[in-house]
């Protein structure tokens, strides 16, 4: 795939929750581009920080938040976007419009005793689109868009609604104003394979036809395999890979990233080599001294307790953060 | 092999069985009879596993709590050992809930917050005087907490569920069924909130367990690839709406699915392999809407949506389970063959 112009740099980005047991440090020192049409997969276990960082890509981050330092920088039809500067004013005519986002228990998040019609209206509202017929127009096209009936979609309460359908409503609601990035925290994780694949399709439709970015977010690999143009592995808040698909699932070098394709079994595929990743995931309070992984890692050195690695470049476009990267390649 | 395992007697059968619920719709309705599950059959030899699969609704948990004689089926027969436990006497019935365990899907609430690791697993020992005293006690936790794999045991014995991960979590759970030695164990979506990090080896732990114990698994899943993984060995039964579609041998399941159902789950699965999930040939459904349980289609309950329908017979007849080759049973009028994609 050819690769469009960068539209977002993150630089050494931090974030840490103030909580009574001391910071909890959830992204730490985190470094990605996003280029246009492009989709980006975050993976990484369980309290890994990836919703963390998704939150602050829009700066929606809960309140015990604190960005410590780093960058976000969009590059949008020709004009920038420091998010970290902007007011609450900029950053509500940004969002939705320029970069939306669908969140991780966002099923949850429709207004139960109000109309999908009625929700729709009010996404437009926020953004100045004045003309009701206009934002009913072009929502009864997105619902088609998502293989919904748009007649009865728009006149139901979401209780009215099965998971997969609120799912697609979302999606199409995200598109309303013309996004070019769309950002997407585990949005099938709760629904049934059958109404997955919907999704996954989907995804891949908006991408090719509609040409818009993606950040999606995600601890299974498989829906990485499919949809993602590259991968970034998160482990303890940090990057500790990055790479193109074919680069990570062919060629992983951290021994997390080799770890957790190890662990996932698939229908197709044989069982030889299967194995669990040992040990568990790491207090964010109280990370070890080294690299963060030292204490789940098969061969670590007396170095690997000393020195954090940091992320270099080891090949076109891939990136890994282990100090044995030179020696645990195939 | 290992002597709790007895290779070919039944361990548990179920036999025609239904279960129905009486629901009232809205105010004033009349009470309606929801049929949950219909006509299930299926046995189960000691040191066996049976996964059952299928999407959100279909009737898995459901199958479970009756195999665990939780619920008491409207119709039909359920024998554990060859008897029915809802005819034995009290005692007795005491005893097969004990032989029978389940294990549920989400660590953080099937685990009291309040007590110690230490607690939790020692009141069923005491319960069912497998110990005399706090020692005793003390070093029957510790075993069993090695045995899940918990160890430095002294580092989890005295320690509150929520100091846990959910693997551990889940480990602390499977000790805990241990305590009674169990026979037979129900898994309802045991591994389905762990993270893939930590999936795996409470897998190979529950394996382990059938290795050392003899143990014979129900394995209730929504995850196609950890059922293969889990249950190479054994059998799958695929679920819609209630029925039984398809079971046999789990290698026969995955390589030569014959239900149009089974075969778009496997077609629809997302794979981690680039190369092979992208190539995949997704068979199109007819319809995404799941009828509801209140308005069930007449003939195949899948038919609304089945690409492979005949008119005016699937949307007439209801077919029945047929073995279509030595252990392998398909449900349908137009069955397929081969693997898909
Ligand atoms: N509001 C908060 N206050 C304090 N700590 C928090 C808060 N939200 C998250 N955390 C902690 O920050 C870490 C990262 O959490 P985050 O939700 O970003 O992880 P995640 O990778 O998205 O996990 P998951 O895959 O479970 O969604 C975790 O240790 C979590 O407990
Ligand atoms: N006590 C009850 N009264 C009425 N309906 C019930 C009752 N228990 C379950 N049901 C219904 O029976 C059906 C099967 O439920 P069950 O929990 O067995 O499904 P499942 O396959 O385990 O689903 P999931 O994958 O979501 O756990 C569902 O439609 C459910 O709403
Ligand atoms: S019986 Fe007919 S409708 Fe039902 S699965 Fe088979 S082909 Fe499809
Ligand atoms: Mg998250
Ligand atoms: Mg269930």
């Given at each position: 795939m050819a690769r469009g112009e960068k539209v977002l740099t993150v630089e050494k980005l931090s974030i840490d929750y103030i909580s009574r047991r001391g910071p909890v440090q959830a992204v730490r020192n985190v470094s990605f581009d996003l280029y246009a049409g492009e989709n980006l997969c975050i993976i990484g276990e369980s309290g890994s920080g990836k919703t963390t960082m998704g939150m602050s890509l829009v700066k929606l981050s809960p309140p015990s938040a604190v960005i410590k330092?780093?960058?976000?920088?969009?590059?949008?039809?020709?004009?920038?976007?420091?998010?970290?500067?902007?007011?609450e004013a900029q950053l509500r005519a940004f969002r939705w419009k320029e970069v939306a986002m669908v969140f991780q228990g966002a099923l949850n998040a429709f207004n139960p005793v109000i109309r999908i019609k009625k929700q729709f209206l009010d996404t437009g509202w926020a953004h100045n689109m004045k003309d009701n017929k206009e934002?009913?127009?072009?929502?009864?096209?997105?619902?088609?868009?998502?293989?919904l009936d748009p007649k009865r979609v728009l006149n139901s309460y979401q209780h009215e609604l099965s998971g997969g359908m609120k799912q697609r409503v979302l999606i199409a609601m995200s598109l309303l104003l013309n996004p070019k990035i769309l950002i997407m925290d585990e949005c099938t994780s709760a629904l049934d394979i059958l109404t997955q694949r919907t999704i996954i399709n989907l995804l891949k439709k908006i991408k090719?036809?509609?040409?818009?970015a993606f950040i999606f977010v995600s601890h299974d690999l498989s829906l990485a395999a499919e949809l993602a143009d590259r991968i970034?592995?998160?482990?303890?808040?940090?990057v500790v890979e990055m790479g193109t698909t074919e680069d990570i699932f062919k060629n992983a070098v951290h021994p997390y990233t080799r770890g957790l394709i190890k662990a996932t079994p698939t229908v197709t595929g044989n069982e030889e080599g299967l194995t669990s990743i040992k040990g568990t995931p790491p207090d964010l309070i109280r990370l070890p001294a080294g690299c963060k992984f030292n204490p789940r890692c098969e061969f670590p050195t007396t170095q690997c307790y000393q020195e954090e690695p940091e992320l270099v470049s080891i090949g076109k476009d891939h990136y890994v953060a282990c100090l044995k990267a030179d020696q645990s390649r195939d | 092999m290992s002597p709790a395992s007895k290779p070919t007697s039944p361990v548990i059968e179920l036999k025609n069985l239904v279960k129905s619920y009486n629901v009232r719709s809205g105010v004033m309705g009349k009470s309606r009879e929801l049929r949950i599950l219909e006509n299930i059959s299926f046995t189960l030899n000691r040191g066996e596993i049976l996964s059952i699969v299928g999407e959100s609704g279909c009737g898995k948990t459901t199958v479970g709590k009756v195999a665990a004689g939780i619920i008491k089926p409207t119709s039909g027969e359920i024998l554990y050992e060859g008897k029915n436990?809802?005819?034995?006497?009290?005692?007795?019935?005491?005893?097969?809930?004990?032989?029978?365990?389940?294990?549920?899907?989400?660590?953080?609430?099937s685990l009291n917050p309040v007590q110690r690791i230490y607690d939790i697993i020692s009141a069923p020992l005491f319960r069912h005087k497998k110990v005399k005293n706090y020692k005793e006690a003390r070093e029957k936790v510790k075993e069993l907490l090695q045995r899940v794999d918990l160890s430095p045991v002294d580092d989890f014995i005295d320690k509150n569920p929520h100091q846990l991960s959910g693997g551990q979590r889940q480990r602390v759970?499977?000790?805990?069924t241990l305590t009674v030695d169990p026979e037979f164990i129900v898994a309802d979506e045991a591994v389905s909130m762990l993270d893939i990090s930590i999936r795996l080896s409470v897998v190979d732990l529950m394996l382990k367990l059938k290795e050392d114990l003899g143990v014979t698994y129900l394995f209730i899943t929504h995850?196609?690839?950890?059922?293969?993984?889990?249950?190479?060995?054994?059998?799958?039964?695929?679920?819609y709406l209630g029925r039984i579609m398809e079971t046999g041998p789990t290698l026969e399941i995955i390589h030569n699915p014959m239900h149009p159902y089974t075969r778009i789950l496997l077609s629809s699965i997302p794979e981690a392999d680039p190369e092979k999930t992208r190539?995949?040939?997704h068979i199109q459904l007819r319809s995404l809407d799941i009828p509801s349980l209140m308005d069930l289609p007449k003939g195949c309950k899948f038919h609304p949506r089945c690409p492979l329908w005949l008119a005016g017979k699937c949307d007439q007849d209801e077919p029945s389970l047929q073995e279509a080759s030595p252990g392998h049973w398909v449900s349908c009028f137009n069955p397929q063959s081969g693997p898909v994609a």
């Open positions: 330092k780093g960058t976000i920088l969009y590059t949008l039809g020709g004009k920038e976007y420091d998010v970290r500067s902007m007011s934002i009913l127009r072009r929502s009864e096209e997105l619902l088609r868009f998502v293989q090719e036809e509609m040409g818009i970034v592995t998160i482990y303890a808040g940090r | 436990p809802w005819t034995l006497p009290k005692h007795e019935f005491t005893e097969y809930r004990r032989k029978v365990q389940m294990i549920h899907q989400d660590p953080y609430q759970a499977i000790a805990r995850d196609l690839a950890i059922a293969k993984y889990f249950g190479k060995g054994g059998r799958i039964a695929v679920m190539s995949k040939k």
